[in-house]
């Protein structure tokens, strides 16, 4: 099996406090001890990048906080797609270019697990692809969940998303791996 790694939406505009309280502050530092291995073994490597259509976003284009984290930043020979949606393959020719290089296995890491990760893991797995989730380089925010029918419900803390997502994932679209497991089991 020809795996690669797909870093998703690790941005500096992940680092806005409007997103609000984040778990995991090591998620980058894991995805780029991924990113380092998948070099060093000349795996492929796709880097993507969410462009918002929405003009107060961190995220949109006329805002810096596109541009990807210098620890993670894309090589040269490693294609970056941009997305204007959760999925990393609606609207970008990511699919196309796993399958022209024959790529049948994914390493997903980056931001937030319960939005694009999340989305971008059941898309591949619907896709075929055979999915690995680096749990410890991916990251949630907390969510204070606003509903008519339910307003006792308190902040959802970040933690509790990323585990619930985490746990929903797991077994059905992919295998949540640890950044050190992923790395023992590709050497």
């Known amino acids: 099996m020809t795996r690669a790694l797909l870093l998703i939406d690790i941005q500096e505009g992940m680092d806005s406090p409007e997103w609000g309280s984040r778990n995991n502050l090591d998620a980058e530092h894991n995805a780029s001890r991924l990113l380092s291995h998948f070099r060093q073994t000349h795996a492929d490597v796709c880097h993507v990048r969410h462009l918002s259509t929405n003009p107060d976003s961190p995220l949109h284009p006329s805002r810096a906080g596109t541009s990807i984290k210098a620890e993670v930043a894309p090589m040269q020979q490693e294609p ?11 609207g970008t020719a990511l699919e196309e270019y796993l399958k022209q290089q024959r790529i049948t296995g994914l390493v997903i890491a980056g931001l937030s697990t319960p939005q694009c990760i999340s989305t971008s893991v059941r898309m ?7 999915v690995w989730l680096a749990h410890d380089a991916c990251a949630a925010f907390a969510h204070h969940a606003i509903f008519d029918w339910a307003p006792h419900i308190p ?15 797991h077994g059905e679209f992919c295998r949540a791996r640890s950044t050190q497991a992923i790395i023992r089991a590709m050497t």
Request: aromatic residues 10%; negative net charge; charged residues 10%.
């Open 80 to 90: 970056v797609f941009h997305k204007h949606t959760n999925s990393a393959f609606i």
């Open 124 to 130: 591949a797995a619907n896709l075929g692809f055979d």
């Open 155 to 169: 902040t959802l803390s970040a933690q509790d998303i990323h585990n619930a997502e985490v746990s929903m994932l």
